[in-house]
Structure formats: C-alpha cells, structure tokens
C-alpha cells in the first residue's frame, strides 16, 4: 500500500492507495473509492483495500479533520463540503469513473458526492448508512435530537457523544468496540460536533433519489441487524437493495471483514 497527499479545497487531503499485481496490462476494472466515517481513518478499511486490489485500484482518504487530512478553519463537515474533497481526490488521481463505498457518515459523504456527480460514481455501496435524521417524525426530533445537539455545545458535549456511541457499538466485538472509543477519545470537540450536525442536517433521500435518477447507476446497502429504524435510508426507499450482515454491530466491516468482503465483491461484479 502506498500513502501520499492530494490538494484539496481546504488543504491537503492524505490517501491510502492498493493496486493489482504488475500484469501484462492494466485492468480494466473501475477502482474503488473507500470513505470512513467519524473518528476513525483511511486505515478502517486496511483489510478491504487488500482485498480489492487482488483486482482493481482501491483508494481509501482520510476525510478533513481526520488521520492526516487537515481541518476545516470555519469547521464545515457539512456532507456536500467533504463531497468536494472526495471529488478534489477522483480529479488529482486522474479518475473519471469510480465505485465508491462510505461508511456511517462516510454514507452521506458518497451520497452526496454520487449526487453531485452521478456520470462519476458507477456503483454507490452504503455500509450501514445512518438513515436520513430530516425525515424523523417531529416529537422524536425534540426529544432526542435537539437536547443531544444542545449538548454539543457545553462541557457535557463528550459524556454525550460517548452515550451515543455506545448505542451503536451494541452488537459489536470486542475489539472492534476498544478500537472505536480510543479513535472517539482522541477526535476534538469541533470535529465530532460539525460532523454530528452535518449528519442531522443532511438529507439523504434525497441525494439519493438525484443520484438514481442519473442513467447508468447503481446502489446497495451493506447493513447490521439493527438498522431497522423508521427512517433508514433502504426503509423510506424499498427501492434501496439491501444486504445484512448477521452478529454485527455498526462496524460491520470490522466485526465481520470477510463477509463484509463476500458482499463487496457482488456488488462490484460488472463494474
């Protein structure tokens, strides 16, 4: 694996690269673009990029704020924003087509950049994409989402975040569970607080709908057997293909890499 640097609308953005073994010719599989959610980096996807680049280019970034990406100075993690940086990436790396896979938030950050540019992204995979929080049903929406964006904003902004966490690492290994909280313990306030509003503010049905409304495009979700909620994203569009993964939590590439694998290489078939 090769690590480098790209310039990106914000400041250098830090990537992770795999390829295929020197062959006679270059394959002509479309490479596979890999985006992490909050906290953790490029390296989540260590095992999928080796996998991957038995046969086509894999490509994993570190989103701004993260790993050794740079942050944003005005703390903007807004979905579309990090869109720019996934695309600041396709065109330094000379990429026209590419499949692309997000994770968590890293899901709305491929959802947004599949809409933006549809003719770009030939295949979108979401591994257990968080729903979309603008579709949640008002008195949910005051009960649990504004008192925890409340929270953002004061000293108790981390017991807060950690809570949260936690309900999503129900159902995950135990390393899998070490590994996450020591990446949340070590992610700033502005970090977790702008990608946490980005998530709530970002609708998602919505750069769905654009994104598959574009010829020639395709998506799957990769899910665990808890994303069931009344606005998961493959729930307010059935439409939405899903696969789940069983005795998994949210970090279902971690708590399960090789099924997680199996699932990806379907996906890519005919990409």
């Not at 479309?30 to 985006?35: A, D, N, S």
């Not at 996807?45 to 680049?53: E, K, T």
């Not at 087509?97 to 809409?115: D, E, N, P, Q």
């Amino acid at each position: 694996m090769r690590s480098t640097t790209l310039k990106g609308p914000i400041g250098t953005i830090h990537i992770i690269e795999a390829s295929p073994p020197v062959t006679a010719g270059e394959s002509e599989l479309l490479p596979v673009v890999f985006v992490h959610g909050m906290t953790v980096s490029a390296s989540i996807w260590d095992a999928q990029l080796a996998r991957v680049a038995r046969t086509r280019r894999a490509i994993a970034l570190d989103m701004r704020g993260h790993g050794d990406s740079a942050p944003p100075e005005d703390g903007n993690y807004a979905p579309a924003s990090c869109a720019a940086d996934v695309l600041a990436v396709l065109d330094g790396l000379g990429l026209d087509r590419v499949a692309i896979v997000g994770h968590s938030f890293g899901a709305c950050i491929a959802l947004a950049t599949a809409a933006a540019a549809p003719h770009r992204i030939a295949q979108l995979i979401l591994a257990d994409p968080p729903g979309d929080f603008t579709k949640v049903p008002a008195e949910v929406h005051e009960e649990r989402i504004v008192p925890y964006q409340r929270a953002l904003d004061t000293e108790d902004w981390r017991a807060a975040v950690e809570t949260s966490f936690n309900e999503t690492l129900t159902g995950s290994r135990a390393h899998t569970r070490d590994r996450i909280l020591a990446c949340l313990a070590a992610t700033p306030q502005d970090c977790l607080c702008g990608m946490s509003r980005g998530m709530f503010a970002f609708e998602a049905v919505d750069a769905l709908d654009r994104y598959l409304a574009a010829p020639g495009t395709r998506a799957h979700a990769i899910i665990a057997p808890s994303n069931t909620f009344p606005f998961s994203l493959h729930i307010l569009r059935p439409t939405l293909t899903t696969t789940t993964i069983a005795d998994t939590g949210h970090w279902l590439m971690l708590d399960a890499p090789e099924a997680f694998a199996r699932e990806l290489d379907i996906c890519l078939e005919g990409v």
